[in-house]
Protein backbone atom coordinates (compact mmCIF):
# COMPACT_ATOMS: atom_id res chain seq x y z
CA UNK A 1 0.00 0.00 0.00
CA UNK A 2 0.77 3.74 -0.43
CA UNK A 3 2.37 5.79 2.23
CA UNK A 4 -0.44 8.10 3.25
CA UNK A 5 2.10 11.04 3.47
CA UNK A 6 3.10 10.28 -0.28
CA UNK A 7 -0.79 9.37 -1.50
CA UNK A 8 -1.05 13.18 -0.36
CA UNK A 9 1.70 14.61 -1.78
CA UNK A 10 0.56 12.62 -5.10
CA UNK A 11 -3.14 14.15 -4.84
CA UNK A 12 -2.29 17.63 -4.28
CA UNK A 13 -0.47 17.82 -7.70
CA UNK A 14 3.39 18.03 -7.77
CA UNK A 15 5.68 18.18 -10.89
CA UNK A 16 7.48 15.06 -12.00
CA UNK A 17 10.20 15.26 -14.88
CA UNK A 18 10.99 12.09 -16.74
CA UNK A 19 14.75 11.72 -15.82
CA UNK A 20 17.03 11.42 -18.89
CA UNK A 21 19.88 9.00 -19.11
CA UNK A 22 23.50 10.91 -19.10
CA UNK A 23 25.94 8.78 -21.42
CA UNK A 24 29.46 9.81 -22.15
CA UNK A 25 30.93 9.76 -25.58
CA UNK A 26 31.28 6.30 -25.83
CA UNK A 27 27.87 6.30 -24.90
CA UNK A 28 28.04 4.66 -21.22
CA UNK A 29 26.51 5.60 -18.32
CA UNK A 30 27.60 9.19 -16.63
CA UNK A 31 27.20 8.24 -13.10
CA UNK A 32 28.31 11.86 -12.49
CA UNK A 33 25.72 13.63 -14.75
CA UNK A 34 23.06 11.09 -13.99
CA UNK A 35 23.35 12.27 -9.85
CA UNK A 36 23.50 16.08 -11.58
CA UNK A 37 20.42 15.74 -13.05
CA UNK A 38 18.67 14.50 -9.75
CA UNK A 39 19.87 16.89 -8.35
CA UNK A 40 18.89 20.17 -10.65
CA UNK A 41 15.25 18.51 -10.56
CA UNK A 42 14.93 18.60 -6.83
CA UNK A 43 16.73 21.76 -6.54
CA UNK A 44 14.24 23.13 -8.72
CA UNK A 45 11.27 22.05 -6.83
CA UNK A 46 10.16 18.84 -8.64
CA UNK A 47 8.03 16.67 -6.25
CA UNK A 48 9.58 13.54 -7.24
CA UNK A 49 11.11 11.73 -10.67
CA UNK A 50 9.94 9.18 -13.12
CA UNK A 51 13.31 7.04 -14.01
CA UNK A 52 13.28 4.07 -16.25
CA UNK A 53 10.40 5.48 -18.38
CA UNK A 54 10.54 5.99 -22.45
CA UNK A 55 12.58 9.55 -21.35
CA UNK A 56 15.09 7.71 -19.51
CA UNK A 57 15.65 4.91 -22.58
CA UNK A 58 13.72 1.40 -22.55
CA UNK A 59 16.95 0.15 -24.02
CA UNK A 60 18.95 0.04 -20.77
CA UNK A 61 16.85 -2.81 -19.81
CA UNK A 62 18.78 -4.58 -22.54
CA UNK A 63 21.13 -7.55 -20.80
CA UNK A 64 24.23 -5.72 -23.10
CA UNK A 65 23.62 -2.27 -21.76
CA UNK A 66 22.39 -3.43 -17.99
CA UNK A 67 21.62 -0.21 -16.57
CA UNK A 68 17.81 -0.06 -15.10
CA UNK A 69 18.99 -1.11 -11.29
CA UNK A 70 21.95 0.95 -11.60
CA UNK A 71 19.82 4.16 -12.66
CA UNK A 72 17.32 3.61 -10.83
CA UNK A 73 19.40 3.13 -7.74
CA UNK A 74 21.37 6.35 -8.50
CA UNK A 75 17.85 8.47 -8.54
CA UNK A 76 16.52 6.44 -5.41
CA UNK A 77 19.87 7.77 -3.84
CA UNK A 78 19.41 11.54 -4.70
CA UNK A 79 15.96 11.44 -3.69
CA UNK A 80 16.66 10.19 -0.36
CA UNK A 81 19.47 12.96 -0.08
CA UNK A 82 16.92 15.50 -0.99
CA UNK A 83 14.38 14.21 1.53
CA UNK A 84 16.68 15.20 4.56
CA UNK A 85 16.15 18.73 3.62
CA UNK A 86 12.24 18.46 2.50
CA UNK A 87 9.72 18.65 4.75
CA UNK A 88 7.59 16.22 2.32
CA UNK A 89 8.41 13.10 0.75
CA UNK A 90 9.43 13.00 -2.93
CA UNK A 91 7.34 10.85 -5.12
CA UNK A 92 9.52 7.54 -6.62
CA UNK A 93 8.18 6.91 -9.86
CA UNK A 94 10.10 3.71 -11.85
CA UNK A 95 9.02 2.64 -14.78
CA UNK A 96 7.62 -0.62 -15.95
CA UNK A 97 7.41 -2.69 -19.16
CA UNK A 98 7.07 -6.12 -21.31
CA UNK A 99 5.10 -8.97 -21.09
CA UNK A 100 3.63 -10.33 -17.47
CA UNK A 101 6.67 -12.10 -16.25
CA UNK A 102 9.09 -8.96 -17.22
CA UNK A 103 6.68 -6.90 -15.68
CA UNK A 104 6.34 -8.64 -12.17
CA UNK A 105 10.55 -8.54 -12.32
CA UNK A 106 10.59 -5.04 -12.62
CA UNK A 107 7.72 -4.40 -9.93
CA UNK A 108 9.52 -5.98 -7.71
CA UNK A 109 13.38 -4.50 -8.08
CA UNK A 110 11.20 -1.13 -7.77
CA UNK A 111 9.64 -2.24 -4.35
CA UNK A 112 13.38 -3.91 -3.57
CA UNK A 113 14.81 0.03 -4.26
CA UNK A 114 12.12 1.97 -2.52
CA UNK A 115 9.99 3.26 -5.13
CA UNK A 116 6.39 4.33 -4.57
CA UNK A 117 4.51 3.06 -7.64
CA UNK A 118 5.15 2.13 -10.85
CA UNK A 119 4.36 3.61 -14.18
CA UNK A 120 2.71 0.88 -16.19
CA UNK A 121 3.35 0.01 -19.98
CA UNK A 122 1.10 -1.80 -21.35
CA UNK A 123 2.74 -1.18 -25.29
CA UNK A 124 4.11 -4.70 -25.30
CA UNK A 125 0.90 -6.31 -24.81
CA UNK A 126 -0.61 -4.79 -28.18
CA UNK A 127 -2.67 -7.22 -29.38
CA UNK A 128 -3.95 -8.57 -25.54
CA UNK A 129 -7.62 -8.59 -24.98
CA UNK A 130 -9.02 -6.01 -22.64
CA UNK A 131 -9.09 -8.88 -20.25
CA UNK A 132 -5.60 -9.88 -20.77
CA UNK A 133 -4.38 -6.29 -19.82
CA UNK A 134 -6.85 -6.32 -16.83
CA UNK A 135 -4.82 -9.18 -15.53
CA UNK A 136 -1.71 -8.04 -16.05
CA UNK A 137 -2.25 -4.78 -14.32
CA UNK A 138 -3.63 -7.37 -11.47
CA UNK A 139 -0.97 -8.70 -11.20
CA UNK A 140 1.26 -6.35 -11.12
CA UNK A 141 -0.50 -4.46 -8.65
CA UNK A 142 -0.19 -7.07 -6.16
CA UNK A 143 3.43 -6.26 -6.17
CA UNK A 144 3.46 -2.22 -5.96
CA UNK A 145 0.84 0.10 -6.40
CA UNK A 146 0.37 1.05 -10.16
CA UNK A 147 0.73 4.89 -11.90
CA UNK A 148 -1.74 3.75 -15.00
CA UNK A 149 -0.14 5.52 -18.29
CA UNK A 150 -2.24 5.90 -21.19
CA UNK A 151 0.67 6.59 -23.82
CA UNK A 152 0.12 8.02 -27.19
CA UNK A 153 0.56 5.62 -30.41
CA UNK A 154 2.56 7.44 -31.97
CA UNK A 155 5.82 6.22 -30.11
CA UNK A 156 4.10 2.87 -28.80
CA UNK A 157 1.43 3.06 -27.50
CA UNK A 158 -2.58 1.22 -27.73
CA UNK A 159 -5.76 2.29 -27.42
CA UNK A 160 -7.28 1.66 -24.59
CA UNK A 161 -11.14 2.20 -24.37
CA UNK A 162 -13.55 3.88 -21.85
CA UNK A 163 -14.09 0.29 -20.74
CA UNK A 164 -10.67 -0.16 -20.22
CA UNK A 165 -9.86 2.81 -17.28
CA UNK A 166 -13.08 1.83 -15.91
CA UNK A 167 -12.25 -1.72 -14.70
CA UNK A 168 -8.49 -0.33 -14.00
CA UNK A 169 -9.87 1.63 -11.38
CA UNK A 170 -11.72 -1.31 -9.55
CA UNK A 171 -7.97 -2.24 -8.04
CA UNK A 172 -7.38 -0.91 -5.10
CA UNK A 173 -3.78 -0.41 -5.25
CA UNK A 174 -4.12 2.15 -8.71
CA UNK A 175 -3.05 5.30 -7.16
CA UNK A 176 -2.50 7.31 -9.96
CA UNK A 177 -2.93 7.79 -13.88
CA UNK A 178 -0.78 9.86 -16.22
CA UNK A 179 -3.09 10.56 -19.33
CA UNK A 180 -0.81 11.06 -22.83
CA UNK A 181 -2.86 10.14 -25.54
CA UNK A 182 -2.06 13.51 -27.38
CA UNK A 183 -6.04 13.14 -27.96
CA UNK A 184 -9.02 14.74 -26.33
CA UNK A 185 -11.13 12.11 -27.11
CA UNK A 186 -9.19 9.67 -25.22
CA UNK A 187 -8.31 11.97 -22.36
CA UNK A 188 -11.66 12.73 -21.60
CA UNK A 189 -12.24 9.05 -21.67
CA UNK A 190 -9.83 8.69 -18.89
CA UNK A 191 -11.29 11.34 -17.07
CA UNK A 192 -15.23 10.32 -17.17
CA UNK A 193 -14.15 6.70 -16.39
CA UNK A 194 -12.11 7.83 -12.86
CA UNK A 195 -15.09 10.28 -12.16
CA UNK A 196 -17.96 7.73 -12.71
CA UNK A 197 -16.02 5.02 -10.69
CA UNK A 198 -16.88 6.60 -7.33
CA UNK A 199 -12.78 6.93 -7.27
CA UNK A 200 -11.51 10.09 -5.56
CA UNK A 201 -8.38 8.61 -4.53
CA UNK A 202 -6.59 8.20 -7.70
CA UNK A 203 -4.25 11.33 -8.79
CA UNK A 204 -4.62 11.98 -12.37
CA UNK A 205 -1.53 13.70 -14.56
CA UNK A 206 -0.78 14.98 -17.71
CA UNK A 207 1.38 13.70 -19.81
CA UNK A 208 -0.32 15.73 -22.86
CA UNK A 209 2.93 17.34 -23.84
CA UNK A 210 0.98 19.36 -26.59
CA UNK A 211 -2.03 20.21 -23.94
CA UNK A 212 0.23 21.07 -20.89
CA UNK A 213 -1.08 23.80 -19.62
CA UNK A 214 -4.87 23.66 -20.35
CA UNK A 215 -4.88 20.15 -18.82
CA UNK A 216 -3.87 21.45 -15.62
CA UNK A 217 -6.41 24.65 -15.79
CA UNK A 218 -9.45 22.37 -17.10
CA UNK A 219 -11.86 21.03 -14.45
CA UNK A 220 -14.26 18.21 -15.88
CA UNK A 221 -18.01 17.73 -14.83
CA UNK A 222 -20.12 14.56 -14.69
CA UNK A 223 -23.11 13.44 -13.86
CA UNK A 224 -22.75 10.35 -11.51
CA UNK A 225 -26.16 8.52 -10.18
CA UNK A 226 -27.62 11.96 -9.97
CA UNK A 227 -24.98 14.10 -8.71
CA UNK A 228 -22.81 16.22 -10.36
CA UNK A 229 -18.75 14.64 -9.67
CA UNK A 230 -15.95 17.39 -10.51
CA UNK A 231 -12.30 15.94 -11.55
CA UNK A 232 -9.11 17.85 -12.01
CA UNK A 233 -5.79 16.74 -13.55
CA UNK A 234 -3.81 17.53 -10.52
CA UNK A 235 0.34 17.33 -11.60
CA UNK A 236 2.13 16.67 -14.54
CA UNK A 237 4.43 13.44 -15.60
CA UNK A 238 6.28 14.50 -18.55
CA UNK A 239 9.55 14.21 -20.28
CA UNK A 240 9.08 18.12 -21.06
CA UNK A 241 9.45 18.99 -17.72
CA UNK A 242 13.38 17.08 -17.90
CA UNK A 243 14.23 20.65 -18.85
CA UNK A 244 13.36 24.02 -18.02
CA UNK A 245 12.32 22.43 -14.79
CA UNK A 246 12.62 25.82 -12.87
CA UNK A 247 9.73 27.41 -14.53
CA UNK A 248 7.54 24.48 -15.17
CA UNK A 249 6.87 24.27 -11.51
CA UNK A 250 6.52 27.82 -11.19
CA UNK A 251 4.19 27.09 -14.01
CA UNK A 252 2.26 24.28 -12.07
CA UNK A 253 2.03 26.58 -9.08
CA UNK A 254 0.04 29.13 -10.77
CA UNK A 255 -2.24 26.72 -12.33
CA UNK A 256 -2.97 25.59 -9.16
CA UNK A 257 -3.52 29.18 -8.07
CA UNK A 258 -5.58 30.01 -10.84
CA UNK A 259 -7.95 27.11 -10.10
CA UNK A 260 -8.36 26.79 -6.55
CA UNK A 261 -8.61 30.69 -6.60
CA UNK A 262 -11.99 30.28 -8.59
CA UNK A 263 -10.85 32.90 -11.11
CA UNK A 264 -11.46 32.74 -14.48
CA UNK A 265 -8.08 31.65 -16.86
CA UNK A 266 -6.13 34.68 -17.24
CA UNK A 267 -5.47 35.33 -21.05
CA UNK A 268 -2.00 35.68 -20.21
CA UNK A 269 -2.04 31.84 -19.49
CA UNK A 270 -3.90 30.76 -22.80
CA UNK A 271 -0.96 32.68 -24.40
CA UNK A 272 1.78 30.51 -21.97
CA UNK A 273 -0.09 27.16 -23.15
CA UNK A 274 0.48 28.19 -26.46
CA UNK A 275 4.41 29.42 -25.64
CA UNK A 276 4.79 25.74 -23.95
CA UNK A 277 3.45 23.61 -26.97
CA UNK A 278 5.52 25.49 -29.08
CA UNK A 279 8.63 24.17 -27.59
CA UNK A 280 7.81 20.86 -26.97
CA UNK A 281 7.14 20.88 -30.59
CA UNK A 282 10.80 21.66 -30.90
CA UNK A 283 12.00 19.67 -28.39
CA UNK A 284 9.46 16.65 -28.88
CA UNK A 285 10.39 16.90 -32.50
CA UNK A 286 6.39 16.83 -33.51
CA UNK A 287 7.25 17.52 -37.39
CA UNK A 288 9.01 14.10 -37.72
CA UNK A 289 6.71 12.12 -35.60
CA UNK A 290 8.86 12.54 -32.34
CA UNK A 291 11.81 10.60 -33.97
CA UNK A 292 14.26 13.34 -32.16
CA UNK A 293 12.18 13.36 -29.00
CA UNK A 294 14.74 12.17 -26.28
CA UNK A 295 18.01 13.89 -28.77
CA UNK A 296 15.92 17.27 -28.50
CA UNK A 297 16.02 16.62 -24.48
CA UNK A 298 19.07 15.91 -24.28
CA UNK A 299 20.07 19.07 -26.66
CA UNK A 300 18.36 21.33 -24.00
CA UNK A 301 20.29 19.65 -20.95
CA UNK A 302 23.90 19.30 -23.33
CA UNK A 303 23.32 23.67 -23.90
CA UNK A 304 23.21 24.01 -20.13
CA UNK A 305 26.15 22.39 -19.58
CA UNK A 306 24.53 19.54 -17.98
CA UNK A 307 25.33 16.71 -20.47
CA UNK A 308 28.54 16.36 -22.47
CA UNK A 309 26.52 15.30 -25.04
CA UNK A 310 22.69 14.45 -26.78
CA UNK A 311 23.82 10.65 -27.60
CA UNK A 312 21.17 8.51 -26.89
CA UNK A 313 22.22 4.64 -26.31
CA UNK A 314 21.18 3.68 -30.11
CA UNK A 315 23.23 5.33 -32.30
CA UNK A 316 20.78 5.73 -34.72
CA UNK A 317 18.64 7.75 -32.35
CA UNK A 318 19.69 11.30 -32.89
CA UNK A 319 18.22 14.76 -33.87
CA UNK A 320 16.27 15.20 -37.05
CA UNK A 321 17.08 17.24 -39.71
CA UNK A 322 16.56 21.20 -38.38
CA UNK A 323 15.58 20.48 -35.22
CA UNK A 324 18.34 22.29 -34.00
CA UNK A 325 17.18 25.33 -35.41
CA UNK A 326 13.62 25.14 -34.14
CA UNK A 327 15.19 24.38 -31.11
CA UNK A 328 17.26 27.49 -31.01
CA UNK A 329 14.12 29.29 -32.59
CA UNK A 330 11.88 29.07 -29.04
CA UNK A 331 14.78 29.84 -26.86
CA UNK A 332 14.75 33.02 -29.08
CA UNK A 333 10.93 33.69 -29.21
CA UNK A 334 10.05 32.46 -25.78
CA UNK A 335 13.15 33.49 -23.09
CA UNK A 336 10.86 33.63 -20.26
CA UNK A 337 10.43 30.31 -19.84
CA UNK A 338 14.51 28.92 -19.81
CA UNK A 339 15.81 28.48 -16.13
CA UNK A 340 19.29 28.77 -18.11
CA UNK A 341 20.55 30.90 -15.13
CA UNK A 342 19.71 29.10 -12.43
CA UNK A 343 21.12 26.24 -13.89
CA UNK A 344 24.57 28.40 -14.39
CA UNK A 345 24.46 29.51 -10.98
CA UNK A 346 24.27 25.74 -9.43
CA UNK A 347 25.48 23.52 -12.07
CA UNK A 348 29.24 23.18 -10.68
CA UNK A 349 27.79 21.97 -7.13
CA UNK A 350 25.24 19.23 -8.75
CA UNK A 351 28.48 18.23 -10.55
CA UNK A 352 30.90 17.78 -7.86
CA UNK A 353 30.08 14.61 -6.61
Known amino acids: MLDERVRKVLQTGVAIPAHPLALNARRQLDERRQRALARYYLAAGAGGLAVAVHTTQFSIRKRAVGLLEPVLTLAAEEMTRAEARRPRPLVRIGGICGPTPQALREAALLAKLGYHAGLLSLAAL ?30 GGRMLPYSFWRRLAEIPTVVAIKIAPFNRYQTLDVV ?9 DIALYTGNDDHIVLDLLTSWRFRVQGRMVQRRICGGLLGHWSVWTKGAVRLLEECHRVVEGGRDIPRDML ?9 NAAF ?21 GLLEGNWCLDPHERLSPGQVLQIERVYQAYPHL ?5 VAENRDEWLAG
Request: hydrophobic share 40%; aromatic share 8%.
Open 271 to 279: RLAEEVTDC
Open 338 to 342: NDDAF
Open 284 to 304: FDAANQFAGCIAGLHEVLRRQ
Open 126 to 155: REASENKLIDHCRAVAETIPIFGFYLQTAV
Open 192 to 200: RAIAESGRD
